[in-house]
């Protein structure tokens, strides 16, 4: 089983959001990781068949998903970043609904809401309505209404934004139990999604793959570009003027800095083992100004 994007751009308004991406993608879990306006939901919308590419093409398994039409939906679950809730319905009837929507009979609808309200623990939730759960719990809704069809191609965008420390972890179990024999992506700007998660980890910025890498690969990349440096508190704002700044500490009458840099910004700075909030820092640190 093969996901394949070939050259695909895609452009609004003469603005080019995507630039030729190219990847092929087995069984796994990838993590697309870019700030705001990356082209991050551009593309997974393309991979969606919610867009259409304005130049290249997607396969799946030699096949262009375009040509494949139902065929392709059929083994596609898809949970956009504002899923298409009712929030007066109930959780089990909502899922029922959206199953009767995938071509299900009545008693397959049934059977499959419950199998997935148990497989995500919603199953105690199944009769209260959608507006009464927790981000996290309707985000497990989100999940289990892509999950009904089986899908082969699972694809998550930013998942875990608005969830809080304790729901996101959660949330990595559960894509962790989801990922075997599926190709699931999906997108984020949390580098702690990243954590024990992803078998690899593709980071776009300007609408462009900068890397597609397992976690430890892309950190190799950022050994001897990680610093921190011990400076007065006067000189904090040149620095944050000139570099990308990570973490920033008050150790006595001075400030510890984690700073970015691609070579020694400092006699004294002492490089540092990068970690995976480090990826992003390096990368978009610049763009969240």
């Not at 969606?48 to 939906?73: H, M, Q, W």
């Not at 309200?117 to 105690?124: D, I, M, P, S, V």
Request: proline letters at 4%; charged letters at 25%.
């Amino acid at each position: 089983m093969e996901l394949s994007i070939h050259s695909v751009s895609k452009s609004y308004n003469n603005q080019l959001v995507l630039d030729d991406i190219s990847m092929n993608l087995a069984p796994g879990v990838y993590s697309f990781l870019g700030a705001n306006g990356s082209g991050k939901t551009t593309l997974m919308r393309i991979i969606a068949t919610v867009l259409k590419p304005t130049s290249g093409s997607v396969y799946f398994n030699g096949k262009d998903i375009l040509c494949l039409g139902e065929e392709y939906r059929d083994i596609l679950g898809y949970v956009p970043q504002q899923v298409g809730y009712y929030p007066h319905m109930k959780v089990q009837s909502f899922l029922e609904y959206v199953g009767a929507l995938k071509g299900f009979n009545k008693k397959q609808s049934k059977e499959k809401a419950e199998y997935w309200l148990k497989q995500l623990n919603l199953f105690e939730q199944r009769n209260k309505k959608i507006k009464k759960l927790s981000g996290g719990m309707r985000q497990r809704v989100g999940i289990a209404q892509a999950m009904l069809n089986d899908p082969k191609i699972l694809i998550l965008d930013e998942p875990t934004a608005g969830l809080d420390p304790k729901e996101r972890i959660r949330f990595r179990s559960i894509i962790a139990n989801l990922s075997i024999n599926r190709i699931v992506l999906y997108t984020t700007h949390i580098a702690s999604d990243l954590e024990g998660l992803t078998d690899y980890v593709c980071i776009l910025k300007h609408g462009k793959v900068e890397q597609l890498n397992r976690p430890e690969d892309v950190l190799k990349t950022l050994s001897g570009k990680v610093w921190d440096v011990i400076v007065q508190p006067s000189e904090l704002g040149q620095i944050e003027s000139e570099y990308r700044v990570g973490a920033i500490e008050k150790t006595g009458g001075k400030v510890r800095v984690r700073l970015y840099h691609d070579v020694k910004p400092f006699p004294n700075a002492e490089s540092k083992t990068p970690t995976l909030e480090d990826i992003y820092l390096y990368y978009f640190g610049e763009m969240e100004k």
